[in-house]
């Protein structure tokens, strides 16, 4: 059914999701696959939000991610393949041979395979002193993994799941039970000592949780450390973008629908419990559940009046904090910039001091060694993006804005130049994204990457699941329990859907 032939103001959903980031994609999915009217607004032209894509002069670059765990073909945490099945439907995948090649101070320079025993060889060859310890540490978050890859994965909160999960696997529930409040740091600093093999740790972790190994749960560790030697990092062919696009046509197929260029400014309450959207043409729609895939800032600071915010979430506030944004260059460059060999993911980073600051860690992917058709022949793509604040970039005229963009987008280039000589010869195009871009096209408060810890916190523990103080409301995507990354959006689609057809009786 098409978008324009719909009333869709006459009608009443069973459920509306606000925006089609992957976390509201599979939510509407799940329930729509589940027989509910699901309707999906979403402020941009396309759905994907960060997994979403763009096209230019030939090339179709990826917003933002593209390292994508969770499409594999066995386990239960393979929750990508299982989303697009739950809607028949599929993307093809192509196999990474290596996760991430890493240029790091002290020349450690190392290639995660996905073999695991090539892994820790590697490792351990730079660190001979600690070849158990490292053993020790990796073998640990196969112990989490194992535990979550055999359970199916939905609500935490829903308590007949849990008790039928308990009996089915006690000892992987009490396993879990055990790592939930842990954190990364904690248990590496049980096995290693080094201090450089530490920090190298904190890399792992802080490349994809954007904080050091002591404050990344130890369950995201056990799920990323050991996935990506399980059902391994898979690119799909034709881009991210594919995994919304196809969620979308799943959607549709059964009987969902979704509406573009339809922001929401409003979630309307009735007796405290949320009852439909309004948008910024004034649009209502009414729905028996409104879910929120927008950052828990802007749903419980701009969706809703913010003298009202619930305590539990000024207290979510007190433990989280938004982290940093990104600055993006998106290149399209000659084949001949790329060695022999090159790599899809590189993380650079010249002194450990600047791991965490703005321009500290740069991260590099080059999806089109995987998938040449996203350019033009002989070209390739490179995304290259480092953590930025937004604050950096306010109160700018615009000469002076484009100006800024222009000098940091050639820092950037003059480092990645060290591993990829000829780059600024070999440039065919560029564009630079700021923290006011993401923030701009992803409707996301200040362009955050997502929540992190203010301080030390444990593990996943003060993470909110799906439900939300406000009746009728939930929400879901990154700032819900698991957190960051579309294999973790995922997840969290998958228990707000199991959250709310238990509360529909579906
Ligand atoms: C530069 C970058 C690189 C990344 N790399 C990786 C990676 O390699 N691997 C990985 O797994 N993850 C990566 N991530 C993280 C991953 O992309 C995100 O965690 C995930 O996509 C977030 O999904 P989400 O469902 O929470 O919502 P989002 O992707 O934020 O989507 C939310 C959607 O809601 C819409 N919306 C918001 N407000 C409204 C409103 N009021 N009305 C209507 N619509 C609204 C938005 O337009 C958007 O489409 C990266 C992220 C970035 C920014």
């Given at each position: ?491 969290s689609g998958f228990a707000c859907a199991h959250r709310i057809a238990v509360d529909l009786g579906l």
């Amino acid at each position: 059914m098409s978008a324009s032939s719909t009333n869709y103001q006459n009608s009443s959903f069973d459920v509306i999701v606000i925006g089609s980031g992957i976390g509201g994609l599979v939510t509407a999915t799940q329930l729509a696959a589940k027989g509910a009217r699901v309707l999906i607004l979403e402020s941009y032209l396309i759905p994907g939000g960060s997994a979403g894509y763009f096209e230019r002069q030939g090339y179709r670059f990826d917003v933002g991610a593209s390292m994508i765990f969770g499409l594999g073909n066995r386990g239960t945490t393979n929750l990508l393949t299982r989303a697009l099945e739950a809607v028949n439907s599929s993307v093809d995948a192509i196999a990474d041979p290596v996760q991430i090649h890493y240029h790091l101070p002290k020349s450690l320079d190392l290639k995660v395979e996905r073999s695991y025993d090539n892994f820790l060889q590697n490792l351990a060859a730079y660190f001979p002193h600690e070849r158990e310890g490292i053993r020790r540490f990796y073998d640990e978050c196969w112990k989490v993994f194992n535990c979550l890859n055999q359970m199916d994965l939905l609500s935490l909160e829903e308590p007949r799941y849990l008790l039928r999960t308990f009996v089915q696997h006690p000892l992987a529930c009490l396993s879990l039970l055990k790592y939930l409040p842990q954190n990364a740091g904690d248990i590496a600093r049980r096995y290693i000592k080094d201090p450089q093999l530490l920090k190298f740790i904190d890399m792992e972790c802080y490349c994809w949780s954007v904080v050091p190994a002591e404050m990344t749960p130890m369950i995201n560790a056990g799920m990323v450390f050991s996935d990506r030697h399980y059902g391994g990092v898979n690119y799909p062919k034709g881009g991210v973008g594919q995994i919304a696009q196809k969620l979308v046509e799943g959607l549709e197929k059964a009987g969902g629908e979704i509406k573009y260029q339809a922001k929401v400014t409003k979630i309307m309450t009735e007796k405290g419990s949320a009852i439909g959207v309004e948008l910024t043409n004034g649009e209502i729609y009414r729905g028996k559940r409104i879910v929120s895939n927008a950052t828990r800032w802007d749903t419980f600071e701009k969706l809703l009046p913010v003298d009202k915010i619930p305590p539990n979430e000024k207290k979510w506030q007190q433990n989280y904090q938004k982290s940093p944004s990104f600055l993006s260059l998106h290149m399209g460059v000659k084949e001949s910039v790329l060695p022999q060999g090159t790599e899809c993911h590189h993380i650079i980073l010249e002194d450990w001091q600047n791991m965490t600051k703005p321009e500290g860690t740069l991260f590099v992917s080059i999806p089109t060694l995987l998938d040449p058709e996203l350019a033009p022949e002989e070209y390739h793509i490179v995304h290259a993006f480092t953590p930025d604040w937004i604050n950096d970039w306010q109160g700018l005229s615009a000469s002076e804005y484009e100006a800024k963009k222009e000098e940091t987008a050639w820092r950037i280039i003059d480092r990645l130049e060290k591993i990829f000589p000829g780059l600024d010869a070999g440039l065919d195009y560029l564009e630079v994204g700021t923290p006011r871009t993401h923030r701009r096209f992803l409707g996301r408060e200040d362009g955050t990457y997502g929540p992190i810890p203010r301080r030390k916190l444990r593990g996943l523990l003060s993470m909110p699941f799906n439900s939300t103080a406000i009746k009728g409301l939930y929400c879901v995507g990154d700032s819900t329990f698991p957190g960051q990354g579309l294999n973790a959006v995922a997840f969290s689609g998958f228990a707000c859907a199991h959250r709310i057809a238990v509360d529909l009786g579906l």
